[in-house]
């Protein structure tokens, strides 16, 4: 009996010692915040970069082609682009509305995508 009290007094110790730094996620909000200039890059552009190079690019998502992959179209050229739901933030857009991408190119053996970190309607 002395052991199974003593293991459990030891047990409750362990436990509140090991979440004494434990604090919940806070969430997150974005006050807002300076901008610099901004390099736009075009449909033809995104194309020839390296994997995973960071881009910001500006036109209209046409169509939907499967799930989070869209139909992305600037005056240079159309490419897909995955569009995870949480990176919409709770926009509407519709084929005539034109929006501002961030995001990053994905490349791959066949083909170019970009994976979208944020979207803006203009």
């Known amino acids: 009996m002395k052991k199974t009290a ?3 007094v030891c ?3 362990f436990a509140t010692a090991a979440n004494a730094g434990f604090q ?3 969430p997150t909000t ?3 915040g300076f901008i610099g200039n901004e390099t736009i890059v075009t449909v033809k552009q995104a194309k020839e970069m390296r994997d995973d190079t960071n881009v ?3 036109g209209k998502i046409v169509a939907q082609v499967k ?3 869209y139909t992305f179209e600037d005056n240079t050229g159309s490419i897909t682009v995955e569009i995870d739901d949480e990176d919409w933030r ?3 857009v519709t084929p005539s509305d034109t929006v501002k991408i961030y995001g990053e ?10 994976d979208v970190d944020t979207i803006q309607k203009m």
């Open 6 to 8: 003593i293991f459990a």
């Open 11 to 13: 047990a409750a110790a």
């Open 24 to 26: 919940p996620a806070q």
């Open 30 to 32: 974005s006050a807002g």
């Open 56 to 58: 910001i690019m500006q």
């Open 67 to 69: 799930g989070d992959k």
């Open 90 to 92: 709770g926009q509407m």
């Open 105 to 114: 190119v994905d490349r791959g053996l066949t083909k170019t995508e970009i």
